[in-house]
């Protein structure tokens, strides 16, 4: 157990949890992270040791077969995994967060349907907002559900970009546009609905109306698929809407949303400490001008640097999922954690490549994997610039000047 990034006040039950991941991840993920990353394969052998410990099932209820951990379990657990390979906490933050908005938001029907499945692993999830031409602009997207009056249900249409998971899933939380029951000057997040799509795992034409084309290839974040999703008629019923009821979908995603950005905060915090683990490691190995590089002060500073950044990211992560148990809104303390975590974990990975020097830039050495692993926390689930403004809009709501 190192000294950096420890959580006081766990349960037994919670220091339990987070110890069998440390230890499946030592043994099942660090040893084969970088030979698959660079074949760019996904690990099915991981994810079904995942599904042996129940992983799946972490956050759901128990009367739904899972194990109703809190998210400050299930960040935890995300820190440990994506210490030994982030693409493996891109596998399971999608599906937790349909199986989270499942649990809060869907009707009686639709977690009986789903959420036993889902906590097996039987059935995995992906959510899919943001498409090819807004980025971060949620409410401009273009994606419509329009009521199909013959077949009882409605019919789908339009292209869906950066879907984690797009091809492995077997069930995707799609927001689309839907404008019934709306007046044509309401703001745009009220016309939006959740639609559950069921499919088979794939690519292709994967169901009438749906096709995954492929992986969409990238720098890092490999193993995971990360593809495009296009909808030409998709019929779905009327009984997946995501609760019920169009017109909530954005207020459903958002809140998915907050649970992604605690995700992504946990994922930098195990770079970051992969990181540093490394750094120190390597530092106390390599030699130069008769003693190891551990005992420059230059390397030291480094040192401080990155152990301190690791041990204030992780901190800020807990206190983000904590308030989120709580009941309490957590928008600005997930957005800072995600804001602070990335930013510290690209400077950490980056710290501990130069430690390396030019051994760091081998294919041989795990740090040149994170350093292409960490740019992608920088944008995924809203990039540094749009936590930066919800920061500064939510701190002007608190301290807003009265008269």
């Avoid at 869907?106 to 692993?121: D, H, S, V, Y």
């Avoid at 994606?143 to 970009?161: E, N, P």
């Avoid at 692993?373 to 403004?389: C, D, F, R, V, Y």
Wanted: hydrophobic share 40%.
């Amino acid at each position: 157990m190192s000294r950096l990034a420890e959580t006081a006040g766990l349960t037994e039950v919670q220091r339990e949890i987070v110890s069998t991941v440390r230890d499946f991840v030592d043994k099942e993920i660090l040893p084969v992270a970088t030979e698959l990353e660079h074949r760019d394969e996904y690990p099915y052998g991981i994810v079904d040791g995942l599904k042996e410990l129940g992983l799946f099932g972490l956050m759901i209820p128990e009367e739904y077969g899972g194990l109703g951990e809190s998210l400050l379990t299930y960040a935890l657990c995300v820190e440990e995994i994506a210490r030994g390979w982030m693409s493996v906490s891109g596998i399971v933050n999608t599906h937790f967060i349909v199986a989270y908005m499942l649990g809060k938001y869907g009707t009686r029907e639709q977690k009986e349907a789903f959420l036993p499945r889902m906590a097996a692993g039987e059935v995995r999830g992906a959510f899919s907002m943001s498409e090819p031409g807004l980025g971060s602009d949620v409410s401009a997207i273009t994606s419509k559900g329009v009521r199909d009056g013959a077949a009882g249900g409605y019919a789908l249409t339009g292209q869906k970009m950066w879907l984690t998971n797009g091809g492995t899933s077997s069930l995707v939380a799609v927001l689309c546009r839907t404008d019934e029951g709306h007046p044509a000057d309401a703001p745009p997040h009220r016309s939006m609905t959740t639609f559950l799509v069921e499919k088979e795992p794939g690519f292709g034409e994967v169901r009438p109306g749906l096709t995954i084309p492929g992986k969409i290839d990238k720098m890092g974040y490999k193993g995971v698929d990360t593809t495009e999703l296009i909808m030409d008629g998709l019929r779905v019923p009327a009984d997946r809407v995501l609760g019920g009821t169009t017109g909530r979908g954005f207020y459903q995603m958002m809140d998915g949303v907050e649970v992604g950005r605690v995700n992504v905060a946990a994922r930098g915090c195990g770079v970051a400490r992969r990181a540093f683990e490394l750094g120190i490691s390597y530092a106390q190995q390599r030699h130069t001008f008769g003693r190891a590089i551990a005992g420059h002060q230059a390397i030291q500073f480094k040192l401080a640097e990155m152990a301190t950044k690791v041990e204030a990211a992780h901190a800020m992560m807990v206190n983000a999922a904590r308030k989120k148990d709580s009941g309490e809104r957590n928008d600005l303390e997930a957005g800072m954690a995600k804001y602070l975590a990335s930013e510290y974990c690209k400077e950490v990975v980056e710290d501990a490549f130069r430690i390396h020097g030019g051994y760091g830039f081998s294919k041989e050495y795990e740090i040149e994997r994170l350093y292409r692993e960490a740019p992608m926390l920088l944008i995924g689930e809203g990039t540094a610039e749009i936590q930066k403004m919800i920061i500064g809009r939510r701190l002007l709501e608190e301290y807003r000047v009265q008269g």
